[in-house]
Nanobody, 119 residues
Framework: QVQLVESGGGLVQAGGSLRLSCAAS????????MAWFRQAPGKERELVAS????????RYSEFVKGRFTISRDNAKNTLYLQMNSLKPEDTAVYYC????????????WGQGTQVTVSS
């Protein structure tokens, strides 16, 4: 199992930047595929970006392409999300998640960190 703890959220003006971190417990972080999701009030949770175990492949939802960058440091057991050119519609609770490479669903979730973008 893995435990995930997000940090780095906050209040930022439109056009600003934030960097989210997700610290993972355990010694098997590099065996998990990782992702960032977000959920805005009244909306369903949506995938923001994902990254494979070796950082060789990352994928982004269309609404963040070119603005957000997902990365991981397996030596530090940490996942990151660099968010630039933030928009008010990026306001949401951001969650990191982990899954085995051999299953479809993300099984492990952090508690979330609030990101608020003011106009």
């Amino acid at each position: 199992q893995v435990q995930l703890v997000e940090s780095g959220g906050g209040l930022v003006q439109a056009g600003g930047s934030l960097r989210l971190s997700c610290a993972a417990s355990g010694r098997t972080f590099n065996t998990y595929e990782m992702a960032w999701f977000r959920q805005a009030p009244g909306k369903e949770r949506e995938l923001v970006a994902s990254i494979n175990r070796s950082s060789g492949i990352s994928r982004y939802s269309e609404f963040v392409k070119g603005r957000f960058t997902i990365s991981r440091d397996n030596a530090k057991n940490t996942l990151y999300l660099q968010m630039n050119s933030l928009k008010p519609e990026d306001t949401a609770v951001y969650y990191c998640a982990a899954k085995s490479a051999f299953v479809a669903q993300y099984s492990y979730w952090g508690q979330g960190t609030q990101v608020t973008v003011s106009s």
